[in-house]
């Protein structure tokens, strides 16, 4: 699905910025099955590698050269041992991380020794990446935070928002629950792109 000639909105529930073959994902939440096992939820443990798999099968289809993380790389704040495996993953494709915005889940993300952090959003040509949990006067903007989701198909699937020059995506972790956003006032009027399977196609409001 193709959005303001410069965006692709993956099935990976990835938006690749095509000019400059950079990938943006957001809430990943890597750690996310243990720290829930830490706090005693019996959850299966899902490694690093296996979390990013969606990424592995998108940098195989298209020209990826890097990645833009707007927030929530991790679950329970900076892990320097998941933050190695991450890199080890994207080194493995030869993908380079361009930019890490912090979430509100990235707690002690300013400990990490050489880590591109960008506390205050990253410019990625015209537009303004950002986590979503603080407001931004910027005109064009990609974020994450809000984890959309809506039913379709009698599923839950997560979605992309656009409204005018502004793109939410969908949390790239498979474990973070989606709000559905049929359900919440606030997405009135936004343009829903829904991953289906293997394709992204727009939901009518």
């Not at 931004?136 to 009698?154: I, L, N, S």
């Not at 599923?155 to 928002?161: G, S, V």
């Amino acid at each position: 699905m193709r959005w303001h000639d410069e965006w692709l909105l993956l099935p990976q529930r990835i938006a690749l910025h095509e000019p400059t073959a950079t990938a943006v994902v957001a809430d990943l939440h890597l750690g996310y099955a243990t720290a829930r096992q830490r706090q005693g939820d019996a959850v299966p443990a899902r490694d690093v590698a296996d979390e990013l798999g969606p990424l592995v099968v998108a940098a195989a289809d298209h020209r990826i050269h890097g990645v833009v993380v707007a927030g929530d790389l991790f679950e329970a704040g900076y892990d320097a041992a998941i933050l190695d495996l991450f890199n080890a993953c994207l080194a493995q494709l030869g993908v380079k991380v361009i930019a890490i915005v912090p979430g509100n889940h990235d707690r002690g993300i300013d400990q990490a020794v050489g880590l591109p952090v960008f506390s205050l959003g990253y410019q990625l040509s015209r537009w303004r990446i950002v986590h979503g949990d603080e407001p931004t006067d910027a005109e064009r903007v990609v974020m994450g935070h809000w984890h959309p989701a809506m039913r379709m198909k009698g599923r839950k699937r997560a979605c992309f928002l656009a409204k005018a020059s502004r793109l939410i995506l969908p949390a790239f972790s498979l474990d973070a629950a989606g709000v559905d956003v049929a359900k919440d006032r606030r997405w009135n009027g936004w343009s829903r792109f829904v991953v289906d399977d293997r394709r992204v196609v727009s939901a009518s409001d």
